[in-house]
């Protein structure tokens, strides 16, 4: 049952958390004790991790640190819910359960006040990038992935390594239009899903695109380490009412 005055959900993804990039690692912090807690219902859309090399890296200092600071958020009784991105699809069970959360498949829907909501990364809508499609299809493949956790930790990160460069560089060269969610690939979600809101981070390029009434959310990326700093989650209410909130740099959490 819903509390009024409560919110009902908060959206983020994208946090890209490092042990190098404190600060952005405390904004989020921040935004869980003084945000997340108050909400029935957190969603973390993906590539809330830089990258995530197998739930056996569960001790690593800073992994403990984020999972603390989730599992204060679940434990307060708001329900966590994780959705996997292109660089934390490795996150398993052993992670869902130390950190208190429920790890989901996409497309996720979900519904308040009569509203359909369609929960995605938003990688897979990346339809135009062909090598990044073909890469995707192999790394979300069971056998690859029971293959790969079953080399030595300090081997799958030193792979990641090399994929994270190899992909800066490919970044490079591809153009605006490749890197974006497709159109055809948006329609076939609103279609297949039936819902009338899409949710979705990855793209960095936080936004509200309204298609014909049906309206394509885009969370942004969360840097406070760099410039230009920045950050932000979408709130829902009970009544299906969306909104977007950045964080404040220089201020602390607004909005
Ligand atoms: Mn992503």
Partial sequence: MSMPGRTFALFVSDLHLQASHPRTADAFFAFLAGRAIHAERLYLLGDIFEYWAGDDDLAEPFHQQVIAAIRAVSDAGTAVYWLAGNRDFLVGPGFAEAAGLSLLEEPHVITAGGKRIALVHGDAQCTADLKYMAFRAQVRDREWQQHFLGMPLAQRKAVIAGLREGSREAQAGKSYEIMD????????????????????????????????????YVLPDWELDTEPRRGGWIALDAEGTLSRHAVQPFRGLTG
């Fill in 181 to 216: 969610v497709a159109p055809e690939a948006v329609k076939a979600l609103f279609d297949a899903t039936q819902a009338s809101v899409i949710i979705h981070g990855h793209t960095h390029r936080p936004a509200l695109h309204d298609t014909g009434g049906r309206l394509r």
